[in-house]
């Protein structure tokens, strides 16, 4: 996901042919638009682009993940948040690949995807004799900025990681809700009411330090942790 400076940073660099499709809301398309006017000329860009205006809903599925959005509030803007799931699957279990001497190779992907194979010896073995219990997949949830959780929770519920933004601390509500922003407060909440099992918070305001935006976190939701630049993170 860009902002729209590293788009065009994106765009400058990126020599290529192939199509790349940008995802926005309508508002902000057209402010892609301008700036593509403006650097390039009117309805041109240095590579084959696409621009794609968002709905609520799913936008992208690629088999191995899904992406949805739904909007969020955020001072009468044009602002989304994000879902992206993979599917449930179940595994390949290994011991008993082992013990009916099942080869590495090609031959495993047709058992996972349900079909049965013939080994070299004649033998059929079914998916189901070396798959595992159906494994709920993964969700992650990225939500910018937006003043209110008033109905995420639908859309947050059960994430295994959250990111939202939590700019302001609670002594602040007022200004939070003046500037269209949540207080670390309001996220966390949010969290432990939603069955979340890891926060991230995003977005935190200079005049704070990370502790003091963690001690009011973690007591709601004590498994937080504050962004920082080139975080990664498994889930």
């Known amino acids: 996901m860009l902002g729209i400076p590293g788009l065009f940073s994106t765009l400058r660099l990126r020599q290529s042919e192939d199509l790349l499709t940008v995802h926005g809301g309508p508002d902000t398309l057209a402010v892609v638009v ?118 995420l929770a639908e859309h947050v519920r059960g994430a295994d990681l959250l990111v939202i933004e939590a700019t302001f601390l609670e002594k602040d509500t007022a200004m939070a809700r003046d500037y269209g922003h949540l207080t670390a407060a309001q996220a966390s909440s949010l969290a432990a009411t939603s069955d979340v099992k890891q926060l991230i918070l995003t977005h935190i305001s200079g005049r704070y330090a990370d502790e003091e935006v963690l001690a009011e976190t973690v007591r709601a939701f004590p498994n937080s942790r504050i962004a920082a630049d080139l975080d990664v993170i498994t889930i």
Do not use: N, Q
């Open 34 to 151: 301008r700036m593509l006017a403006g650097l390039w000329g009117e309805g041109r860009a240095p590579i084959p682009l696409r621009l794609e205006p968002l709905t609520p809903g799913r936008f992208f599925d690629a088999d191995e993940f899904i992406i949805d959005c739904f909007k969020v509030r955020h001072r009468d803007t044009d602002s989304y948040g994000f879902v992206f799931e993979t599917p449930s699957r179940r595994h390949l279990r290994a011991e008993r690949l082992a013990s009916l001497g099942v080869p590495d190779g090609p031959i495993r992907k047709e058992l996972v995807e349900g079909r049965s194979i013939t080994l070299a010896d004649g033998r059929t073995v079914a998916s189901e004799d070396v798959l595992g219990p159906l494994e709920p997949g993964k969700k992650l949830v990225i939500i910018g900025d937006t003043e209110s959780t008033d109905e």
